[in-house]
């Protein structure tokens, strides 16, 4: 009997090691962090600078793999068939983490059942801004002179992003605007300058430079609080309409059923990258605002986004495809 009860604790024990001895192995080859947008974007820019602070920490290579297409999809379906190993990652983004389950008419992921949130890594406000030359500025005088005209006021979009402010700004407004959409910010940021187009929405990362050349004005951001990104800028909650609040941003996601303490490590790690001042002020420079906090805080957030904008496309009739 007690042999048997021997052998029975014996194989218990095996069965229990595995888990504990591979939690405590991880990571033991390098991690892959899935970017579903081109080499040189934005988000790919700022994931490889954190990429190669994490490596510090976790004493193996974090790599960029770029996967972009179907604005998004693409790279972040793979992510969501890769191995809950905590070996594969993804960058995602408002767009591949909310906007677009309700844009496209079929995605091939569940952006909240097919991933583990990690962190939400930074935010950023879209930035209102006109011509240097046009007498607007601010909001209020922009809508009263659009009130002013039957035929509305076209506005330059170069993303969704830019058509969820306009899109909200009708709805708090009843004024008409037109969205004009654009590839990519050049061609957008070209009209306006040269006064086809009277109003831009785009991030503080591609206007910054106009405005600091004072070829563009900006005379709104779309965050709930003043950024740092754009200061002396007041936000369009400030302007008259409050509660008005619409930011991009970029958040750290594991595919479903990678272990809890693996998630609880990147937190960790990816936590301790952003609380360094000059990994906050990289960041600011590339056009984000740090953010942080505990998984669960992401979780939370993401659904909230997703309470927020579902109904304004449904209403709005925004597709993509």
Do not use: C
Request: proline share 8%; net charge positive; no cysteine.
């Amino acid at each position: 009997m007690k042999r048997i009860a021997s052998t029975i604790l014996a194989l218990g024990l095996v069965a229990l090691a595995p888990a504990g001895a591979w939690a405590q192995a991880y990571p033991n080859k390098p991690i892959k962090i899935i970017v579903a947008y081109p080499a040189g974007q934005g988000t790919d820019i700022a994931t490889r600078y954190l990429a190669e602070q994490m490596s510090r920490d976790l004493g193996q290579p974090v790599i960029v793999d770029n996967k972009p297409g179907a604005g998004g999809n693409l790279g972040t379906e793979l992510a969501a068939r890769a191995a809950p190993d905590g070996y594969t990652l993804t960058m995602g983004t408002n767009a591949t983490h909310v906007l677009n389950q309700f844009l496209y008419s079929r995605i091939a992921y569940d952006p909240e059942h097919d991933f583990v949130p990690v962190m939400l890594v930074g935010t950023f406000p879209m930035v209102v801004a006109v011509n240097s030359a046009s007498s607007i500025q601010g909001t209020a005088e922009l809508l009263n002179e659009v009130r002013r005209n039957p035929r509305g006021a076209d506005v330059a979009l170069p993303s969704t992003s830019a058509r969820l402010v306009v899109e909200l700004l009708k709805e708090r407004s009843g004024v008409t605007l037109f969205g004009v959409p654009y590839k990519g910010a050049s061609g957008a940021v070209a009209d306006v300058m040269g006064g086809q187009v009277p109003v831009i929405v785009d991030t503080p990362t591609s206007l910054r430079p106009l405005l600091a050349g004072g070829k563009l004005r900006a005379i709104a951001v779309t965050s709930r609080q003043p950024s740092a990104l754009v200061p002396g800028v007041k936000t369009v909650a400030e302007q008259g309409h409050a509660n008005f609040e619409v930011v991009a941003w970029n958040a750290l996601y594991a595919p479903k059923g990678t272990p809890p303490e693996v998630v609880a490590l990147l937190n960790k790690t990816l936590y301790k990258v952003l609380q360094q001042p000059e990994a906050r002020q990289k960041l600011l420079d590339l056009g984000f605002e740090p953010a942080g906090g505990p998984s669960s805080q992401l979780g939370e957030f993401a659904q909230a986004e997703r309470k927020k904008w579902q109904p304004l496309i449904a209403a709005a009739g925004i597709r993509v495809d």
